[in-house]
């Protein structure tokens, strides 16, 4: 007999920028019979979905469902449907996430402005207010939570200037959905995405997403061609409607078993009481930090709950602490992206992981080997 590799796969205590570890109902709600994408009491798993994510996203919204894919392909289903060739885009950028979606955009022939602000500090509401002034745009893109440095952006803020100019609002929630609010309603976005690996607690493989009424009418009323085939937000709601149920592709029923349970924990539990957690265990974390002598990478107001940029101090070898809390403690967290690399350590205390005894753990393990 061959040695089965799986044997090998050790529980490991997800603490980066994604995946995080899975609850356990989440497990078992995956290991349930297969079914078909197109067997009557999965429609049932799939209305049940849409209407946990209506509520988690506290929309109205009914294009609102998930996309079988990771969280860049929900943000691909966001730009290929919304952008048509030439549309004046407006990406506001502060960090690797925003400069991924201006890549996109270009991609699908918009007119792209990437407006940068320093990675570590917010998206400045003034700025964006006078370049929107300046110049007209058909969208706005801003990520939500930028998971590369750990900022929070004005999301509000920037969905009543977009309201104003007249332009879609494009939101990235991968990182802040299920650990932030994210009403979708209220503050006018009009389409969102975000992964089921971050604050859902769920394998990685699936994408919600939802479009407003206006978002959805410009995918489907324009002239040229959606230039995605399996993003086609048409097609795919088509397959989500009750009275059409059209075959677009094969979803995973094991997936969607994972996200449906997930939403129904997240509601269970309250997503108030989830979001006080996360808030919670977040101060938690940066206290025991700071007792260590570590220095946040962004500034107080600014910060993500879900996920901690922390500066790794001169004279240490920021890979390999990381190398040695996943081989000696079954520890996970991320490393800096682009220019942040080797300059700091991502610690992510997203969903299931944000817990104080998993703070306690990874602080325990941290402090033997500084
Ligand atoms: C993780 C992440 C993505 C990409 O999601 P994948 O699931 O890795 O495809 C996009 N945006 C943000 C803000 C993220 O944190």
Redesign the pocket.
Known sequence: MNKNLLDGVKETLLMG??PSSVRESVYKAMGKPTIGHLDPYYYKIMNGIKEQLQTAFETKNQVTLSIS?????G?ETCFANLIEKGDRVLVLINGY?GM?MKDMAQRMGAKVTGLEFEWGTPVDVGTVASELEKNDYKIVAL?????STGVRNPAQEIGKLAKKAGALYLV?A??TFGGLRVPLDAWNIDAVYS?S??CLSCP?GL?PVSFSKRAFKKATERKDKIPNWYLDIGLIANYWEDKKRAYHHTASSNLNYALYQALYDFIKEGPDKVFARHAEVHRYLVGKLEKLGLKMFVAEGSRLPMLNAVVCPEGVDEAAVRRKLLKDYHIEIGSGLGPLAGKIWRIGLMGHTARKKNVDTFIAALGELL
């Not at 894919?69 to 392909?73: K, L, M, P, V, W």
């Not at 990520?143 to 998971?147: A, I, L, P, S």
């Open positions: 920028p994604g894919g990771t969280g860049t392909a943000m996430f991924r990520v939500h939570g930028e998971t990235d991968v990182t992964g690996q971050k990685p994408s």
